[in-house]
């Protein structure tokens, strides 16, 4: 049983994870003083990419070009900006933990992980493999502990044990924890009938989306069933149809994703779907599986009596944060662990961010606990400002964020900014046969604009969305708003 201790440690692997620690260097993190622990053989990574580009049967996405923080526009924590003394390193994208032993006895002037020391240009090659650290994370002194799972923590004593028994001590902890492939929804959670057979699948990380990927590769052309209409649901059954697959697509729920589209930009997407060639199958749920002798499934059966032949099954019904280790440690609100505007807890020098915490949303006054990517990297990056102005006794600003929401899938693309309540209006073109389909919504509530989407839009339209939301100005009227369209934003 191995200790060691850090000033500050980061628990997760994902997107906010990879964020947090962008943050930290930028901030001047001194070597040795930050470590980042996940249970995935990976370095942190834009997860949106799984059920988009890696799925890709032509030009898929692959690490290391999908490591944090490209997703925001940034750059990937790769060694290429990074300089000493003005000598630069020039190395591949990454280096495999085995070379990473080569590399110290090849560049003995190389003092890893801090480089205090660089004398001349080295040219070093070596071999990728998937089990990657991008050398961002050497070049800035953080030690990158992965293939690591976390079984107790003790919020108290600052501790954290893995599942060998190494114990970890902190200073400061942030809680990247997110909603991993343990804490998916799966369907044997429910007692589902042969939810066991092979073949049946998940998407959360890397190894669900390698899995995914074999099937594809094995069952080409065949027919698959996906479980659930929201993100996931939409996004993987465009996948598959453009993998050549026979799709359906079977949800409980009146339209697909309801909890944000209307039935009116609900329709446009299924019907669009339909013309694509996906089956959508509304109102009932998965009830039971059958399989082949090699326990492959073959059959999925439906609560409404129906059955369907399937080669893969893809199930996306939702997660939950993975907060466990932490019950009774921390207080908790909505399903999450509850934080400041900060993101600090109830603990001292512990904070929570992305999928796990539920923080104020001070431009609704209320609380709220946000799955989706953007604010998983920008609460990290607030925490991680927060943590480093209150060490020099300085504070920053609260957390205002905006809620945004975004997905791509076939030839389309939407964005969504602020509150989908009260009344909605429609606008522009949504006919789902047209080839470039361009319309949106705006929602209305007490006589302001709280709500604003967009599909198909251009670059200043969005951002012309988000101002919208973010003022709330008022509407005349539904009818005025329908007429105006795009334009009404324009004038913000």
């Given at each position: 049983m191995a200790e060691k201790s850090f000033k500050y440690i980061i628990l997760g692997g994902g997107v906010s994870a990879g964020y947090a620690a962008k943050e930290f260097a930028s901030q001047g993190v001194k070597p040795g003083?930050?470590?980042?622990?996940?249970?995935?053989?990976?370095?942190?990574?834009?997860?949106?990419?799984?059920?988009?580009?890696?799925?890709?049967?032509?030009?898929?996405?692959?690490?290391?070009?999908?490591?944090?923080?490209?997703?925001?526009?940034?750059?990937?924590?790769?060694?290429?900006?990074?300089?000493?003394?003005?000598?630069?390193?020039?190395?591949?994208?990454?280096?495999?933990?085995?070379?990473?032993?080569?590399?110290?006895h090849l560049v003995p002037l190389v003092v890893i992980p801090s480089m205090l020391h660089f004398s001349a240009k080295v040219i070093v090659i070596v071999e990728l493999n998937r089990a990657t650290f991008p050398l961002f994370f050497v070049f800035a002194g953080i030690e990158l502990i992965l293939s690591t799972e976390i079984v107790k923590a003790d919020l108290a004593a600052k501790s954290l044990v893995s599942a060998a028994g190494d114990v970890f001590k902190y200073e400061t902890l942030i809680i990247a924890t997110g909603s991993t492939v343990n804490t998916v929804l799966r369907l044997t959670d429910f007692g589902v009938k042969g939810a066991d057979s092979k073949n049946i699948l998940y998407l959360r990380e890397i190894d669900d989306a390698d899995k995914v990927v074999e099937a594809i590769q094995a069952k080409k052309g065949g027919k698959a069933v996906v479980v659930g209409g929201g993100y996931i649901g939409l996004e993987l059954s465009a996948a598959l149809r453009i993998n050549n697959f026979d799709v359906t697509m079977v949800f409980p729920e009146p339209w697909c994703m309801p909890r944000l589209f209307t039935a009116d930009i609900a329709a446009f997407y299924e019907t669009y779907y339909t013309n694509k060639g996906v089956k959508i199958i509304k109102g009932t749920v998965a009830s039971g599986f059958t399989a082949h002798p090699n326990g492959e499934v073959n059959e999925v059966q439906l609560k409404d009596g129906r059955s369907l032949e399937a080669d893969i099954v893809i199930v996306g019904v939702g997660a939950k944060p993975l907060t466990a280790l932490f019950k009774g440690q921390v207080e908790e609100d909505k399903g999450g662990i509850k934080t400041d505007a900060f993101f600090k807890t109830s603990v001292p020098d512990v904070y929570a961010v992305g999928d796990v915490a539920t923080f104020p949303l001070k431009m609704y006054g209320d609380m709220r606990r946000v799955e989706h990517v953007d604010h998983s990297r920008k609460s990290a990056e607030q925490a991680v400002k927060a943590i480093k102005a209150a060490e020099g006794g300085g504070a920053v600003e609260e957390y205002d964020y905006l809620p945004f929401f975004y997905s791509r899938s076939f030839d389309l693309s939407w964005q969504f900014y602020g509150d989908n309540v009260g009344d909605s209006v429609l606008f522009g073109d949504s006919n789902p046969s047209n080839p470039k389909p361009r319309f949106g919504a705006y929602w209305v509530q007490d006589g302001k604009v709280v709500g604003a989407f967009m599909e198909g839009g251009s670059g200043d339209e969005n951002k012309a969305l988000a101002k919208v939301a973010k003022a709330r100005p008022a509407a005349e009227s539904l009818d005025d708003l329908t007429k105006q369209g795009i334009s009404f934003a324009a004038k913000i």
């Open positions: 003083e930050l470590a980042v622990i996940s249970k995935e053989a990976v370095a942190p990574y834009e997860r949106p990419a799984l059920s988009k580009g890696y799925l890709f049967p032509e030009g898929a996405a692959r690490l290391p070009g999908f490591h944090c923080c490209v997703g925001s526009g940034g750059e990937k924590l790769l060694p290429e900006s990074y300089k000493q003394k003005g000598n630069q390193l020039f190395l591949s994208d990454c280096i495999s933990p085995v070379s990473m032993s080569c590399l110290i």
